[in-house]
């Protein structure tokens, strides 16, 4: 054996599991790309430039229900529709589609002629995108690995939502102090339309498409999801986090400028603190072990996460900008431990055949975050915003405890299991 192929082979062994096939190595390069411009641009430049417009948390309410609403509305829809046809073409159109209204909202921008109204059009038009677009993405990624490696796959692509959540802020709020709101909403339409390119081009594992009647489909997901307690309950935690746990997101603007008396740069810099914990969380999940205590992990990071919400607030309330960064790293590690954990076990056991619908369903769930930043935004604008993140984070807190006391099952959880080994018939 050659050097060369010992120190390949010892070097290979760093590398997880699901980066070892092309295709998803391509897919990973690719959502890197696209979800960088995507958290520019929805977590932070729309809400600045609506802040910026108004002056009003109310209004950052109304931008959170403008890309909410449809892809609640159609998430379903999309999930039929990435399991009956080519989810790659799904979204490289939904991708092109954002971008292209990214790019006149960007010119409405640089005319000076951009308005409230433009802006809720604009997120409303990527809300529709997205019902089309997350479902698909969800049913992708397994196609390109074996489900051995999905749990691997699964928190490599989680790796790029939190691991971007360093990088996009702060480099949205460094784009805008130096540059221009536009010029922060071009980069994100240009990452939009290599994304769309990249997914045109993949090479997929075959599977059979769904087929019969859109509605028969979605009432089957339905069914499906009610018969697995794993998954109703992992499903009923991303619906109470979106709806009550990211909400201080979006709130930011008003966070930044009232509570801790920051600019845009600095406000990233605290919101990239929550992603750095995020990868800390996303590799802990990567590298469980089978036999994993997984549902004890989802559980006790939904806590964890909810309780280091009410210490921001409280480092809100305070004025307290290092304080406030610190707890958002811890928050991060544990925001990945419950989020990244269910949706590994939904990914690692749903059936190829129905994976779209159920990952569509998923997706509706987590589409309430814009609802939930919406509620936020509207509590904010009469008692504050770090009482609306306070809020939100008992809401996390509350549930999370009670499905620990009272579902035993989940608790018990620890994920697929391999199958048992054939024992040989005696002769």
Known sequence: ?????????????????????????????????????????????????????????????????????????LNLVGGVLADRLEPKVLVASAQSLSATV????AILVMMDRVEPWHILVAAFIAGVGQAFDQPSRA?????????????NAVAMESVVWNGVRILAPALAGMVIARLSIEASMLISAASFYVLAAVMSLLRLRDRAPATGRVMQQIGESFRY?????????????????????????????????????????RVGWM??????????????????RLNSPRGLIILFGAMLYGICLML????AWQGLYWVGMGILFVGGINFSLYLVGGLS????????????????????????????????????RYLGAPFAVA?????????????????????????????????????
């Open 225 to 265: 999801v009610g018969s697995h307690p794993i998954f109703l309950f992992v499903m009923l935690m991303t619906f109470c986090n979106s709806l009550f746990g990211i909400s201080y997101i979006l709130l930011m603007p008003s966070l930044a400028e009232k509570s801790f008396m920051v600019g845009a740069e």
């Open 102 to 105: 990214v790019v006149g909202l």
């Open 1 to 73: 054996m050659s050097v060369q192929t010992t120190l390949a082979g010892g070097f290979s062994r760093f590398v997880p599991s699901s980066m070892r096939y092309g295709q998803f190595r391509y897919y990973w390069l690719a959502l890197l790309t696209g979800v960088t411009g995507h958290q520019m641009l929805f977590q932070f430049t729309l809400g600045w430039l609506m802040f910026q417009l108004t002056g009003d948390e109310g209004y950052l309410g109304w931008l959170g229900l403008a890309v909410a609403l449809p892809a609640l509305a």
């Open 391 to 427: 809020v939100g984070a008992v809401v996390v807190f509350l549930v999370a405890f009670l499905i620990f006391v009272f579902r035993s099952d989940l608790r018990r959880f620890r994920g697929r299991q391999p199958e048992p080994a054939a024992v040989p018939a005696k002769a």
């Open 139 to 151: 049913s992708i990624f397994p196609r390109l690995v074996e489900r051995e490696h999905i749990v």
């Open 345 to 380: 076990a939904l990914q690692e056991l749903v059936p190829d055949n129905i994976r779209g619908r159920v990952m569509g369903l998923y997706g509706a769930t987590w589409s309430l975050g814009p609802l939930g930043m919406a509620q936020a935004g509207f509590v904010a």
């Open 312 to 315: 921001f607030a409280v480092a």
């Open 271 to 288: 919101l990239g603190a929550a992603g750095a914990g995020a990868i800390i969380g996303n590799w802990v999940i990567g590298s469980l």
